[in-house]
């Protein structure tokens, strides 16, 4: 199958393309494909003819969006919007992904993929514009949300605690943010699995998580302890995110129900901690 990627200098971008090597890929990264330009994206499509458009680029930086909120539009709603049309006009499966940000964080328990939507800062709106956009053109869409992304490349939570545990004799982290840390190469091992039955399901929203939660402060503590790092673990300290202010806000409950892509997929997860020590 003849793939086209976007984004493939990010951490999914990366993974994916690392992963589905048994397809014919097409990467693209921003000097390839700048998705605020959306002539240049149909250009780019047209030239290529995929079988299947999978955009997992993304303005991610969440307090940054938060000044720029006209390029967080343009690059996570304009562009999948026009994505998705050229996907439409080919008659070909959209792969897109989105986030945990989309919601406000309130609910108690895992949010399901019908849950109200109302999401705290740019970014999360800007995704959530993203995934209107695509839906209302009403293709063969899926898109992906997910949370806590890390890979071993790029700016993640997982690099900056190991950084940080070589620099500094204490840390606080925030203990009172729920969420499933995701690895890219686990969204990326799930998509191969997941592309061949694209045909046979339905589209729609699904998320896509391995199972089970922590807080960052428990997300922080696995990784000094699975990488062995040379930290005095009684140093890594709780605190709440009042204590670490940052420009954007951020939802206090992340969790996404998997359940539902398990089963139109038919997929098993194992839970995050199994997913980072395979890193
Ligand atoms: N990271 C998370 O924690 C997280 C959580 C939930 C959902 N998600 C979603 O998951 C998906 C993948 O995220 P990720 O963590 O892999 O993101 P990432 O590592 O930040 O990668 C994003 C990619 O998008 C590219 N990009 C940004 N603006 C662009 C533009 N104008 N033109 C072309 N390319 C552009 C970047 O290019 P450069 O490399 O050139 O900058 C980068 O390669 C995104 O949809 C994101 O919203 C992420």
Redesign the pocket.
């Given at each position: 199958m003849k793939i086209l990627i976007?984004?493939?200098?990010?951490?999914?971008?990366?993974?994916l393309t690392e992963t589905l090597k048994d397809h014919q890929i097409i990467a693209?990264?921003?000097?390839d494909?700048?998705?605020?330009?959306l002539d240049q994206i149909k250009q780019v499509i047209d030239r290529h003819q995929p079988d299947l458009i999978i955009?997992?680029?993304?303005?991610?930086?969440v307090d940054q969006a938060e000044d720029q909120k006209d390029?967080a539009f343009?690059?996570?709603r304009d562009?999948p919007e026009v994505m998705a049309q050229k996907a439409r006009e080919y008659n070909i499966p959209f792969v897109?992904?989105?986030?945990?940000?989309v919601f406000d964080g309130k609910k108690k328990g895992a949010y399901v993929e019908s849950d109200q939507t109302n999401p705290l800062g740019v970014?999360g709106a800007s995704?959530l514009a993203g995934e209107e956009a695509i839906k209302d053109l009403g293709g063969r869409y899926f898109i992906f949300?997910?949370?806590?992304?890390?890979?071993k490349?790029?700016?993640?939570?997982y690099l900056t605690i190991k950084r940080l545990c070589l620099e500094k004799d204490e840390l606080s982290v925030v203990a009172d943010q729920v969420g499933a840390p995701?690895s890219?190469d686990f969204?990326a091992k799930q998509m191969q699995n997941i592309i061949p039955k694209l045909n046979f399901t339905a589209p729609g929203i699904y998320h896509l998580v391995p199972n089970g939660r922590c807080s960052w402060y428990e997300f922080a503590k696995e990784v000094i302890l699975e990488a062995k790092l040379e930290f005095d673990i009684t140093k890594l300290l709780p605190i709440k995110t009042e204590d670490y202010p940052t420009k954007a806000r951020r939802p206090l409950n992340s969790l996404l129900d998997n359940k539902s892509i398990k089963e139109a997929f038919m997929l098993k997860f194992d839970d995050w901690q199994s997913e980072l020590k395979k890193i």
């Open positions: 976007t984004g493939t200098k990010g951490q999914v971008g990366h993974a693209l990264t921003r000097q494909c700048d998705l605020t330009n955009n997992p680029a993304a303005f991610t930086n390029l343009r690059v996570n562009a897109h992904f989105s986030t945990d940000y970014y995704k949300r997910t949370s806590w992304v890390y890979s490349i790029g700016r993640n939570f995701t890219s969204i």
